[in-house]
């Protein structure tokens, strides 16, 4: 009797558990389940700050239009229309986007101008607090000229214009947002129940765990390939590669380790696909006396000290040991996903001769045996500070600090808690700073990293260079694309000379990606950004794409 | 017995305000602050940092910021996320029943084995099962839990194929499935975390069992039980086991932060939507309201587990009872 | 003689292998107990008495004890230390049960002492759970016990080390059984409840008329109930003799030191005269008469062992004394 009843139950589980429900068919069903590395903290886009809060709502909210391939931000070359169907310039100052007549919110509503501006005055608004505000402070106003007609004015004329109307702002329903005090908009609830016009929408998240988004096959721009988008928040790396390797997943977009692709590699039905990655690797030299701020760094104020510590170091043997050789050498300040990287620019390239030929003409010479180098009485000695929970750099740390050694220089490695390291660093108590930044597609971010006008900001080290200063200003003022891109080769190459940091290295980005899946492409600085174009044709469907949309 | 009831909950009042209380100054005290932009990416302005700071009272003193928390959450408020911009409470209600559940089942699986090897093994003391299932729990109990659930998720998620690797749910098919066919699906997919958990514990469990019950089957009492004439497993079961249940309580009371805090790892490899993870982001992010919220929940659950030793103990030993 | 002896001890020989090496409790005991009987056993503390009753149930824990081969323990011509299992296990409790020194230690304290009996019921006897507690209910009536059906539900934290004594004697009458072996039943206990204990296990002696082995070191008890005495030293039997001879004419020093130490109520002037020494270890028992370096008689014959020499069907001593008549009446 009880076992006949067990027998009943389970029956019923394993049925419950198999059966299937509508059979989709045809090209666009599709479920795809994507393991992302973080959990987006909102779906607001003026208050989001992560990757992955970018990566989910980039696909349910639209831009007025998108950067193009080629990564170009200087005017409005290659730019792709998306909410705004065309634009004119009436002059240098005022540009005036057509919207799509055919484009919908998701509860139907057609989107207006009245949105953009909505749109704009949220992003700039103080209660708000956008981290985006700052970026968008050249623009004056936006004003609806009428249903389908936006207008942008700007304060002054430069060449990244029409890159920074577009790029930040993702286009908010003002029938919907409108209501709501703007000091609470970013905690109110609709933060996590987003209506945007984008090819996705919301279904459902399931907070830690997992964001359903579902396509919207009236979208304007042509039906997203497929059905359902899932993204399964995987903070951990093992975790994100079990679930590929297991066919429980389909994507993850971030392999790291070049361990990590050979396992993918060897999975038949998995593939790899290389992108060029937004962000580049090196050391800064503090120029400033970690105890004294006023005063110069003992050892970085001298720039050939700098040159010949950067010609000490082997790029390429860093690429290898910590990378698995997925990456290049940097070029500057400047990540492989620029469009100003070019491999021409002049660098300080490895040779360790020249590198201690310049030091021992500064006097440091070993004099003890020790295999270091002293000088009256002192050796050549600092400490690196690097984040404790990047394992890459670690590894790197420890290459870099044995190539030192050959050279007979002390680098003392000192891995520091996130929060401490940031503390440390920007208040400029440090030697040397293993540093990484994430660009934009716009070089124009160079700026506030590493000339004057970032100390104080973004610019740690504290390098200061007037003739830098002066070439990147003009790189970045530069109406004309070939002179700006001449003016900022010119800039990277003064500051290759100068050596405030050892340019180290731009990881290649390696995704893995399920063979079923076609047509996928993948943008450098936004990597959904194009993902409503992938599909899964009919023929090559597995059980989880004929589930179709709930 | 009510009386010590309303004893402990006193008692977790006063760790609750203490845990409050430090958790607070410690991570005002700590380097870092919730709005410092990224240092590796693009800039944005301190204006917008500080009308961050305003919106959130970090502008204000910090001994102000401490009367103002209390305040709060005497209210049952724990304030609203940094990183979430929503209430502390809706985050945890997301995320603390997971990790009860992951925490029941893995206790489940490490009490039943745990015990069971334990007392299988007593009996059979100096036998060659004994000592290696000695050194099998002695291993098991030095694994570190990261390697083993990496381990399982080899074998049984990916070589084999038989259990998911990830999650408490498959997203793809949970929402269409039956009431016992999302059961079975959450059946399923706490196998393993709530396993690796379970098992590591259950290494130390059966050590402890083996002892504590070889400890009691040298008790004068059971020699009386054997002079009566009962059956060996009664001997065993209803004399020797429950008496070693007692210390058995003492241990499942003693391991209960050592199971959160494992939580935390296990909830890492399993990407396991629970507090474990919710905490190492809150503490990585400085998201104050969030960490302060997570320790008085980990006290309390911790209180509230010993709550429950207390009364199994209660139960399980009539001299803890009040005299007659 | 009437009918042949319920129980029949041949050879007992027990060691424990310890740490510091083998043990030898318990040496080439033998005795018989008639039905109805009371033999006592009486030594000094750590000569064996409590490891020769378990024996009798074998309850010694092997390893680390060991009972030798030769060993035999007869109960109603069976011998118990051949049994296993379920034939084991229905002498225990059933036809031989025990009380021990300890009462509070002896009784598991977390179930009730009511549970306690029943269960001892139930394991041998075909009865309902609502009969054995009916049963307990009885015997705890008939062992003294005061409001015995609300007593059946206390624990044994709640009682008196006397009551608890009370209750041994109770689970151990659970099953009316043919001998009952009490192993130092008083001595933890006040010295006016050992009386009244005594007195219950005398009583209940003559009501069952089962057998009884009374285990103590104090002679005041064995003069009261025994019909015989064994006296053990060091692991071994040294004399035994009906419990009259052995106050009118102890023949082994030993025996003669016990009486004497024993407090006397009628002559209180005299000094009591305790045995000089102690007990030797049990790891280590001295060459030869194992007595002798603590024998006020001791000559150069007590360095070889003397056997335990018969003297006619109830005594029998293990003394070059006895047999070297001369030396004695020095
Ligand atoms: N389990 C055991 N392991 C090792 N030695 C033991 C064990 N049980 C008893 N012995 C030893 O056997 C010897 C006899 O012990 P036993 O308990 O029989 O003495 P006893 O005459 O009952 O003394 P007491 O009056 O103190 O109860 C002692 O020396 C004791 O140390
Ligand atoms: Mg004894």
Redesign the pocket.
């Known amino acids: 009797m009880t076992k006949g009843l067990l027998t009943t139950v389970l029956c019923a589980f394993v049925a419950a558990s198999c059966s299937t429900k509508a059979d989709c068919r045809g090209d666009f069903c599709g479920t795809i389940v994507i393991a992302i590395g973080g959990e987006p903290e909102t779906l607001f886009p003026p208050a989001s700050q992560t990757t992955a809060a970018d990566a989910v709502a980039d696909l349910i909210f639209l831009k007025l239009a998108d950067i193009g391939p080629g990564m170009n931000s200087v005017g409005d070359e290659g730019f792709l229309p998306r909410l705004a169907e065309s634009w004119e310039w009436e002059d240098s100052v005022t540009l005036v986007f057509n919207l799509n007549q055919l484009a919908r919110w998701h509860d139907g509503a057609p989107v207006r101008a009245e949105d953009v501006e909505f749109t704009f005055a949220v992003y700039t608004d103080t209660l708000v607090a956008s981290p985006k505000a700052s970026v968008l402070e050249r623009i004056s106003s936006v004003t609806p000229r009428n249903n389908g007609q936006v207008e942008f004015k700007f304060r002054l004329p430069y060449p990244e214009q029409f890159y920074d109307a577009t790029h930040y702002m993702r286009i908010l329903p003002r029938h919907v947002l409108d209501t709501i005090p703007r000091v609470s908009l970013t905690s109110h609830p609709i933060t996590r129940a987003p209506v945007g016009s984008g090819p996705y929408r919301l279904v459902r998240w399931r907070a830690s765990e997992a964001i359903e988004l579902v396509a919207d096959s009236n979208f304007f721009l042509g039906r997203p390939g497929l059905a359902r988008v899932i993204f399964r928040v995987t903070r951990d790396t093992e975790s994100a590669l079990a679930q590929v390797l297991a066919g429980e997943a389909d994507v993850l977009e971030q392999l790291v380790t070049g361990v990590n692709v050979d396992r993918i590699s060897t999975a038949p039905h998995l593939r790899t696909i290389e992108y060029p990655s937004s962000s580049y690797l090196y050391l800064q030299f503090n120029m400033r006396n970690p105890e004294d701020p006023e005063a110069p760094h003992p050892l970085f104020r001298n720039r050939m000290i700098r040159r010949a510590l950067a010609m000490a170091v082997d790029q390429q043997e860093l690429i290898d040991a910590v990378l698995g050789g997925l990456g290049d050498r940097t070029i500057g300040p400047v990540s492989k996903m620029l469009s100003i990287w070019n491999d021409q620019i002049p660098s300080l390239s490895y040779d360790t001769t020249r590198a201690l030929e310049l030091l021992n003409g500064l006097g440091w010479t070993d004099t003890d045996g020790d295999g270091y180098l002293d000088r009256s009485g002192r050796r050549l000695e600092f400490e690196l500070v690097i984040p404790a929970s990047s394992r890459s750099r670690r590894q790197a740390a420890v290459v870099i600090q044995d190539q030192l050694r050959r050279v007979g220089v002390n680098m003392v490695v000192a891995e520091l808690e996130l929060n401490t390291l940031i503390s440390r660093v920007t208040s400029g108590r440090f030697d040397v700073f293993f540093g990484s930044r994430t660009q934009d597609p716009s070089p124009s971010t160079i700026r506030e990293a590493w000339s004057s006008s970032g100390i104080g900001g973004a610019n740690f080290g504290g390098y200061s260079s007037s003739e830098f200063d002066r070439l990147i200003n003009s790189a970045i003022e530069s109406q004309q694309a070939d002179s700006a891109m001449t003016l900022w080769h010119r800039a990277v190459a003064h500051i290759n000379a100068d050596a405030p940091a050892v340019w180290l290295y731009s990881p290649n980005t390696v995704a893995a990606v399920h063979r079923r899946i076609e047509g996928v492409t993948i943008r450098p600085d936004q990597w959904t950004a194009t993902l409503w174009t992938w599909r899964i044709p009919e023929s090559r469907m597995i059980a989880r794409d004929r589930r179709g949309a709930p | 017995m009510t009386r010590a009831i309303v004893r402990r909950l006193y008692q977790s009042v006063l760790v609750m305000f203490v845990v409050a209380t430090a958790t607070f100054f410690l991570i005002h005290l700590a380097p870092g602050d919730p709005f410092t932009p990224s240092i590796e990416s693009a800039n944005f302005s301190q204006e917008i940092v500080a009308q961050q700071r305003r919106n959130f009272g970090l502008d204000q003193p910090a001994h102000i910021q401490y009367v103002r928390y209390l305040q709060q959450i005497a209210t049952g408020n724990f304030g609203i996320s940094f990183s979430q911009h929503r209430p502390v409470l809706d985050v945890f209600y997301d995320v603390i029943p997971n990790t009860i559940v992951l925490a029941i089942a893995a206790i489940l699986i490490d009490f039943v084995t745990g015990m069971t090897v334990g007392v299988f093994q007593s009996t059979r003391k100096g036998s060659r099962v004994d000592s290696l299932l000695s050194a099998i729990s002695l291993v098991l109990y030095s694994t570190p839990v990261f390697w083993f659930g990496l381990m399982l998720v080899l074998l049984f998620g990916v070589t084999l194929r038989w259990l998911p690797t990830a999650g408490a749910i498959d997203p793809v098919v949970y929402h269409s499935l039956s009431l016992p066919g999302q059961l079975w699906d959450r059946i399923r997919h706490l196998i393993l975390p709530a396993a690796t958990l379970g098992l590591i514990g259950a290494g130390g469990t059966a050590r402890f069992q083996r002892s504590a019950l070889l400890e009691v089957l040298a008790e004068d009492f059971v020699r009386t039980a054997r002079a009566k004439g009962l059956r060996e497993r009664t001997v065993v079961t209803v004399h020797a086991l429950r008496n070693s249940l007692l210390s058995i309580i003492t241990l499942f009371g003693l391991s209960l932060p050592a199971l959160l805090s494992g939580a935390v790892l296990v909830e890492t490899v399993f990407s396991w939507p629970g507090m474990g993870r919710l905490i190492t982001d809150a503490v990585s992010s400085r998201d104050y309201p969030v960490i302060t919220g997570a320790a008085i929940v980990s006290a309390l659950l911790v209180v509230a587990g010993n709550l429950t030793a207390d009364i199994l103990y209660r139960f399980a030993d009539p001299r803890t009872r009040t005299a007659q | 003689m009437t009918a042949t002896p319920i129980l029949q001890v041949h050879n007992l020989s027990v060691a424990?292998e310890?740490p510091r090496g083998v043990?030898h409790?318990?040496d080439d005991v033998s005795f018989d107990v008639a039905r109805g009987e009371t033999l006592g056993i009486v030594?000094?503390?750590?000569?064996?008495?409590?490891?020769?009753a378990l024996s009798l149930l074998k309850l010694i824990?092997q390893p680390?004890?060991r009972i030798s081969q030769e060993s035999r323990v007869l109960f109603d011509g069976v011998d118990v230390l051949s049994l296993e299992g379920e034939a084991l296990r229905k002498i225990r409790g059933a036809r031989v049960a025990m009380i021990f020194?300890d009462p509070v230690a002896s009784l598991n304290p977390v179930l009730t002492i009511g549970e306690q009996i029943a269960e001892t019921i139930r394991a041998h006897k075909p009865v309902s759970r609502a009969e054995a507690r009916e049963q307990a209910i009885l015997l705890l009536d008939r062992v003294g016990i005061p409001d015995p059906a609300h007593r059946y539900r206390s624990y044994p934290h709640q009682m008196s080390g006397g009551m608890l004594q009370r209750v041994m004697i109770a689970i151990a009458l659970s099953c009316t059984p043919d001998v009952l072996v009490a192993?130092?039943p008083t001595t933890a206990l006040d010295v006016t409840i050992q009386a009244q204990i005594l007195d219950l296990l005398r009583g209940i002696q003559d009501e069952y008329g089962m057998s009884l082995i009374l285990?103590t070191?104090d002679l005041g008890v064995i003069a009261e109930i025994a019909d015989r005495v064994i006296v053990?030293y060091a692991?071994q039997v040294v004399e035994e003799a009906a419990t009259e001879t052995i106050f009118s004419q102890p023949a082994h020093p030993y025996t003669r030191g016990l009486i004497d130490s024993v407090p006397r109520v009628d002559q209180p002037q005299y000094q009591i005269t305790a045995i000089p020494g102690s007990v030797p270890?049990?790891s280590n028992w001295p060459s030869g008469c194992r007595f002798h370096p603590r024998c006020p008689y001791a000559w150069d014959r007590c360095e070889t062992e003397p056997q335990l020499e018969r003297s006619g069907s109830s005594s029998a001593v293990r003394c070059w004394l006895a047999v070297d008549t001369d030396k004695a009446t020095e």
């Open positions: 424990f310890t043990v409790a318990v030594g000094e503390s750590g000569c064996g008495k409590t490891v020769t824990p680390p004890g020194q192993d130092e285990i070191h053990m692991g270890p049990a």
